[in-house]
């Protein structure tokens, strides 16, 4: 599978880390992506748009990034949605909760585009 067909979302309330990241999506040669303020946004977001990836904050306003992941997996058309979550926390609890909530995998800000390439890929393989 290619990145170029799938759609990406970033969710995060700082327009700079969403820029960051959607730089290194491009990179990545994804093409469409979808940028939400909050986990309200993005799932109302979610709703209207085709959604291949959710790459998420963790600590937003409105609703939080877990808020977001745990909303994601109790619907039934989007349980199955590969999800990252990004987190400048790397406490051991936090991490537990968003693995109960089933989290595709997780990221520790900072973090390099390498790393964040090799976190999609273990969720999203290139064929």
Known sequence: MSYKDLVVMVVDDFSTMRR???????????KEIVEAENGAQAFS???????????????????????????VRADD????LPFLLVTAEAQKD??????????????????????????IAKVIPRS
Do not use: C, H
């Not at 999506?25 to 994804?30: A, N, T, Y």
């Not at 058309?77 to 199955?80: C, L, S, W």
């Open 45 to 71: 977001l979610l709703k209207s748009n085709k959604v291949d990836l959710i790459v998420s904050d963790w600590n937003m306003p409105v609703m939080t990034g877990i808020e977001l992941l745990k909303k």
């Open 77 to 80: 058309q989007y349980k199955a």
């Open 20 to 30: 960051i990241v959607r730089n290194v999506l491009r990179d990545l040669e994804f």
């Open 94 to 119: 936090n991490i537990v909760e968003a693995i109960k909530a089933k989290v595709s995998n997780y990221i520790v800000k900072p973090f390099t585009p390498a790393t964040l390439a090799e976190k």
